[in-house]
């Protein structure tokens, strides 16, 4: 017997009407799509961690002074 969790409660999705498992494959659709969003936000991030760090090595290396040094603050 299927179950699907709602607020930590379960239930039989079997006992769902036609329009309860149109609403519950839309959801389960919901989540497999945010997931998805999730992972590729993932790689996003890292991806932006690594250019940071490749962009810094680049300044250090090329001897870049910063234009006003942090404690400073932006304007």
Same mark, same amino acid.
């Given at each position: 017997?299927? #179950?699907? $969790?709602?607020?930590? %409660? ?12 149109? +609403? ?10 945010? #997931?998805? $969003?999730?992972?590729? %936000? ?12 490749? +962009?810094?090595a680049e300044i250090e290396k090329e001897?870049?002074q910063p234009l006003q ?7």
């Amino acid at each position: 017997m299927p #179950n699907v $969790l709602i607020d930590d %409660i379960r239930y039989n999705s079997e006992d769902l009407s036609d329009h309860g498992r149109a +609403l519950l494959f839309s959801l389960e659709f919901a989540q497999l799509q945010i #997931n998805k $969003l999730e992972k590729e %936000i993932a790689t996003y991030e890292f991806a932006r961690k690594t250019y940071i760090a490749s +962009l810094t090595a680049e300044i250090e290396k090329e001897g870049i002074q910063p234009l006003q040094s942090p404690e400073a603050g932006a304007p």
